[in-house]
């Protein structure tokens, strides 16, 4: 790898690395070490393969699913018992229920399953096309849909802040940030 590559990929991960641990974090269910070891995995491979990277996010990002992916398929006739490790308390100004909604969701999302989780975090978080979602796990886009439907119906049981089914407008939007999930 030339120098200026080598300049570019060190930029690259001091402006992005955050984001991307996030969304490993996301996938790994709360579980920061195996999130590192995530992002560490992929951006290993980006950097072996950066001078042939259009879009060096998506590429990471897409080395991240199919890596959690593949773990998850590993581990399918392991019982899960890890416990999601919730966001740090933040100073945000509108603090209260927001945040409580914000933790209980964190919680519910480590009470789905591994499939659910995923799902959830892809199309919702990620904001992923079913299609693409349904690739990237390599199953039927039906499966898909009725995961995602199965995923959120489980998350309004377990955090019924969320609304009702039908409900047409969230009750604000959740993003996540250094700070855990972000409204």
């Known amino acids: 790898m030339e120098a ?32 590192e070891d ?4 992929a951006l290993m491979k980006a950097y072996g393969r950066w001078a042939h990277i259009e879009q060096p996010e998506a590429y990471v990002r897409q ?7 593949n773990r ?16 740090e308390s ?7 229920s927001d945040s409580e909604l914000r ?13 659910q989780r995923a799902v959830v975090v892809l199309r919702y978080f990620e904001d992923l096309p079913e299609a693409e979602v349904a690739a990237l796990l390599r199953c039927p886009v039906g499966t898909v849909r009725s995961t995602a439907h199965r995923s959120l119906a ?10 009702p089914e039908g409900h047409a407008e969230p009750v604000k939007p959740l993003s ?8």
Request: charged share 25%; hydrophobic share 45%.
């Open 63 to 69: 080395v991240m699913y199919r890596q959690q992916v």
């Open 38 to 41: 995530l992002l560490q995995i």
């Open 154 to 163: 489980k998350l309004r049981v377990l955090v019924p802040e969320l609304g």
């Open 103 to 115: 933790i209980a969701l964190w919680a519910a999302l480590g009470r789905l399953t591994k499939r």
């Open 4 to 35: 200026l590559s080598h300049d570019e990929f060190r930029e690259f991960v001091a402006m992005r690395s955050t984001a991307l641990l996030q969304l490993a974090v996301l996938l790994t269910g709360g579980d920061r070490h195996a999130a």
């Open 90 to 96: 933040g100073t945000d100004a509108d603090a209260g």
């Open 72 to 87: 998850w398929r590993l581990r399918r006739h392991r019982a899960e018992t890890t416990v999601p490790v919730l966001p």
């Open 176 to 183: 996540y940030t250094s700070k855990g999930i972000q409204g």
